[in-house]
């Protein structure tokens, strides 16, 4: 079975730091690759999604996520995270057709940015 | 704004109670699903349904009762829950159905259920 690890559970930086989020699954077949974002008390978001060709994708907001194929990870960035940047972040996978458009998510990241 | 819509929002019902969560989207999409998000936690799925019919059933218990009258509409029935039931319920749906790559998953903005 699939599964995704995010290793931050919490992360407190202050605006204008850079931000990176780790995102590890396990998975060895063709997958579909996403960043969701749930701002507190709003609904899930998509931030970006890989699916095949160039492994750096921006996303909204300034966001970007780089696919490195042979580490299985599929991690976030931001350059400048603004104190709006606060919330929690899931990576997830999709791994079709095997699991049958199933979307597994990591346990997600909770970000606090400091203004 | 998200293209998927859930009623109600806020859902309190009582142990003996039978009522109904409901989804619509107009995307054109043929799939769609329920999760189910604990505070603190990832969302996890519970049903999938694909060109109208139930495709994945991660082992949800009997007293969630989904159904997909049309490929617009995902409702979820709800009978004797428990207060650990208690949680959001998330509708989504994407492009295609089972078996297909590429597809994003939008999801709506919840319900939250508190079962007392």
């Known amino acids: 079975a699939q599964s995704v690890s995010q290793h931050n559970h919490h992360v407190i930086l202050s605006e204008a730091a850079s931000l990176e989020l780790g995102c590890n699954y396990s998975y060895g077949g063709t997958v579909n690759l996403f960043w969701y974002v749930q701002y507190p008390g709003q609904h899930l978001q998509l931030l970006l999604k890989?699916?095949?060709?160039?492994?750096l994708v921006k996303g909204i907001k300034g966001f970007e996520a780089e696919f490195i194929k042979s580490k299985f990870s599929f991690n976030l960035r931001k350059p400048s995270v603004q104190w709006s940047d606060t919330a929690e972040y899931f990576c997830a996978v999709n791994s079709a057709p095997a699991a049958g458009n199933k979307l597994t998510f990591g346990g997600g990241t909770r970000v606090l940015v400091k203004p | 704004d998200t293209e998927v819509t859930q009623t109600p929002k806020h859902l309190v019902m009582g142990m003996t109670n039978k009522k109904s969560l409901k989804c619509e989207q107009h995307?054109?999409?043929?799939?769609m699903y329920w999760y189910k998000q604990k505070a603190k936690k990832p969302p996890e799925l519970m049903f999938v349904?694909?060109?109208?019919?139930?495709?994945i059933n991660e082992s949800v218990p009997s007293r969630f009762s989904p159904e997909c009258p049309n490929s617009s509409l995902l409702n979820l029935h709800l009978h004797a829950l428990q207060p650990e039931d208690s949680a959001l319920y998330l509708c989504?749906?994407?492009?295609?159905?089972?078996?297909?790559?590429?597809?994003?998953?939008?999801f709506g903005e919840g319900s939250w259920l508190t079962v007392v």
């Open positions: 995307m054109g999409h043929r799939a």
């Open positions: 989504a749906s994407s492009q295609g159905g089972q078996g297909l790559t590429g597809n994003t998953i939008y």
């Open positions: 349904y694909s060109y109208e019919k139930l495709s």
């Open positions: 890989y699916f095949s060709g160039d492994p």
